[in-house]
Each structure stands twice: as C-alpha cells, then as structure tokens.
C-alpha cells in the first residue's frame, strides 16, 4: 500500500499525557510544513517525532508530483497537541533531522531577500540552502539562479526567505558567515529604513 493512502493517528496511551492536557488549557490544531527527500520511509519517519512527544495526527497532504526548488517533496501535516508541548514536538522533528518549512500559523513574520553571487553551484548550492535555513532559522520561499557562463562559472542566486519577526540581524549574521564559508558575496537588502 503506498504511503500517501495511508492514514497515520498517533496517540499516547499514557495516562498521565490525558491528565497533562486536561490541566493546560486542552489541545490545539497547528499546521506543520515539511520539506522531504523522496525515497522510502522518509514520511514515515518524519511522523514518529510527532507521536513521540504526544501529538496527534489530523490529516497528511503528501503531493509526490509537487517539488520544491530544492528537489524535495513538501508535506503538510495538521496536527493537535496541548499548547506547552508544540515547540517540543517542533524541536524533536528538527533533531531527527526532518527540514521543517514552517511550524504553526505565526511561525515567520518576516520575509527578506539576499543574492547571492560566486561559484553557487561548484559550491553545492542545496548544502547552501540547508545551512541558511537551518542556521539562520529561516525557510526559503522562493529561489532564482542566474549562470549565464554555465554552472561551472560564477553565478547569482536571488532568495527570497520567511524569517521569524525581529530576527533579520541575526539571519543576516548567519548568511554572511555561510556566504564567508563558501567565498560567496552576500547582497543583503537595506533594513531600518525609511524608504526614502
């Protein structure tokens, strides 16, 4: 049977979990984007950090034909869980390693675009992109890449990335140091301006 025909619920039989979530307010439906590799078990152990630490499973969109710029696969999981353990669940996807895109309704307040120019693509421009999302905490939205020598030439790449509110400092602190790793330039956009 394929995956994505599958329904997945996963629930605790602990009752202490019962007596948990009766004593924080209930439980709350959250959205969870993911970003999967395409090969087998991948959604299967992408789903196990959530049951683990006490969610449980609402619906799975899993849309094989729909890649995002980095050749992965985009997964949206719905979910409930008792408020206080969210983050938890959050954080134990990105422990097993499972790129998490977004993660509840105002996870990024912010978007910023940065270009990027050099040797992208000798440099391994989806292990650049892993680093930014995971070091800069934020999710690519969009990317355009520019090679008009070819990919073995120096080449510019456009990203567009959702940032959590406040955070543009710290997420370009991040990709300048990325940028310095792999001797790319950073254009970064103009911040605290008046426009005029």
Do not use: W
């Amino acid at each position: 049977m394929d995956a994505c025909d599958t329904e997945v619920t996963a629930v605790s039989n602990d009752p202490a979990d019962d007596e948990k979530a009766e004593t924080d307010g209930g439980v709350r439906a959250y959205t969870v984007r993911l970003e999967l590799v395409d090969e087998p078990g991948e959604l299967l152990r992408a789903l196990a950090p959530i049951a683990d630490n006490g969610g449980n499973l609402l619906s799975i969109h899993h849309e094989r034909g729909s890649i995002t710029p980095r050749g992965h696969i985009p997964v949206e999981v719905d979910l409930e869980s008792p408020p206080d353990r969210f983050d938890g669940i959050v954080d134990a996807l990105r422990d097993a390693g499972v790129n998490v895109i977004q993660a509840g309704a105002e996870h990024y307040g912010e978007e910023i675009s940065v270009v990027l120019v050099g040797n992208i693509v000798e440099t391994d421009l989806s292990d650049t992109l892993s680093n930014i999302e995971s070091n800069a905490n934020a999710v690519v939205r969009d990317l355009s890449l520019t090679a008009p020598d070819g990919t073995e030439a120096v080449s510019s790449a456009r990203i567009r990335l959702a940032i959590d509110s406040g955070q543009s400092d710290a997420a370009l602190s991040a990709i300048r140091s990325i940028g310095s790793d792999k001797e790319l330039t950073v254009v970064e956009p103009l911040l605290g301006g008046d426009g005029a």
